[in-house]
Nanobody
């Protein structure tokens, strides 16, 4: 049974930083593309970042490029999202997702496993 458990969310002031973690179990983590998505109230879930397993190639949404970083520790079955220079518009529930593929993707439908999400709130 695959489980993805996010942690690290919370309330932060604009300009601050947070690091999200996603611990995976029940899958061969080192062979999965890992992604982060977010969903703000009243909006659709959107892509934030992804990292492949073979080359550790990274992908970012334009809205977070230069502010967020994604990394993975295959020994710990964990993927991280480091968020710097946070803005109020980054407020959302952040979800971790796993994709059984060599190639990264920005599409929600390409990810077969999802966590329950962690709330990030950025105050102005």
């Amino acid at each position: 049974q695959v489980q993805l458990v996010e942690s690290g969310g919370g309330l932060v002031q604009a300009g601050g930083s947070l690091r999200l973690s996603c611990a995976a179990s029940g899958l061969t983590f080192s062979r999965y593309v890992m992604g982060w998505f977010r969903q703000a109230p009243g909006k659709e879930r959107e892509f934030v970042a992804a990292i492949t397993w073979r080359t550790a190639s990274t992908y970012f949404a334009d809205s977070v490029k230069g502010r967020f970083a994604i990394s993975r520790d295959n020994a710990k079955n964990t993927v991280y999202l480091r968020m710097n220079s946070l803005k109020p518009e980054d407020t959302a529930v952040y979800y971790c997702a796993a994709r059984d593929s060599t190639y990264g993707s920005r599409r929600l439908d390409d990810y077969g496993y999802w966590g329950q999400g962690t709330q990030v709130t950025v105050s102005s």
